[in-house]
T-cell receptor, first 112, second 113 residues
Framework: NAGVTQTPKFRILKIGQSMTLQCTQDMNHNYMYWYRQDPGMGLKLIYYSVGAGITDKGEVPNGYNVSRSTTEDFPLRLELAAPSQTSVYFC???????????FGSGTRLTVV | QQPVQSPQAVILREGEDAVINCSSSKALYSVHWYRQKHGEAPVFLMILLKGGEQKGHEKISASFNEKKQQSSLYLTASQLSYSGTYFCGTELEDNTNAGKSTFGDGTTLTVKP
């Protein structure tokens, strides 16, 4: 049982480049989330999804986009990368929010 | 809407106890707790739902005071493995926020031999 898988684990981007962070889960969870964590800080919600075809903005959505075409996958797209997007990105999933979240191992992104 | 955690950091000796608090300015539906070790993903510990319940998980337990809009995490007879940063995540009672949680900035717990 793989749980929540994120790729890549590390990435360095130049300012203005774009990339997609991949997230897939094999637990048939309807709820999926993208959080970013800046050094020494908590988790900030970027986008979330309550099921395939349904997405909604979180606290810090600017500069990001998501899609949810299947239950398993929830990719996060960064357009025109900026240094302020340097962070660790965590994808999480849940059967239902009252069951708690399972987090992926994270993607450490640096924008230079 | 972000919950406030206190203290920001605590240092313990093995065998000592600690309490970490999580407070909200709005009515809560649920509070969940996670532990994150350095360089790793957060790991789910437990969730408490509206109703003022208390839960236990080995020597780690938590309470949820609905009226005070506050949850507390209790770590008793701490072990070295308890070291890490503890986060609370809260979901508001407001239905417009259903399905997503806001996290506090964390409490760093260091247990020394």
């Amino acid at each position: 049982n793989a749980g929540v898988t994120q790729t890549p684990k590390f990435r360095i981007l130049k300012i203005g480049q774009s990339m997609t962070l991949q997230c897939t889960q094999d637990m048939n969870h309807n709820y999926m989330y993208w959080y970013r964590q800046d050094p020494g800080m908590g988790l900030k919600l970027i986008y979330y999804s309550v099921g395939a075809g349904i997405t909604d903005k979180g606290e810090v959505p600017n500069g990001y986009n998501v899609s949810r075409s299947t239950t398993e996958d929830f990719p996060l797209r960064l357009e025109l990368a900026a240094p302020s997007q340097t962070s660790v990105y965590f994808c999480a999933s849940s059967f239902h929010p009252t069951y708690g979240y399972t987090f992926g191992s994270g993607t450490r992104l640096t924008v230079v | 809407q972000q919950p406030v955690q206190s203290p920001q950091a605590v240092i313990l000796r093995e065998g000592e106890d600690a309490v970490i608090n999580c407070s909200s300015s709005k009515a809560l539906y649920s509070v969940h707790w996670y532990r994150q070790k350095h360089g790793e993903a957060p790991v789910f510990l437990m969730i408490l739902l509206k109703g003022g319940e208390q839960k236990g998980h080995e020597k780690i337990s938590a309470s949820f005071n609905e009226k005070k809009q506050q949850s507390s995490l209790y770590l008793t007879a701490s072990q070295l493995s308890y070291s890490g940063t503890y986060f609370c995540g809260t979901e508001l009672e407001d239905n417009t926020n259903a399905g997503k949680s806001t996290f506090g900035d964390g409490t760093t717990l260091t247990v020394k031999p």
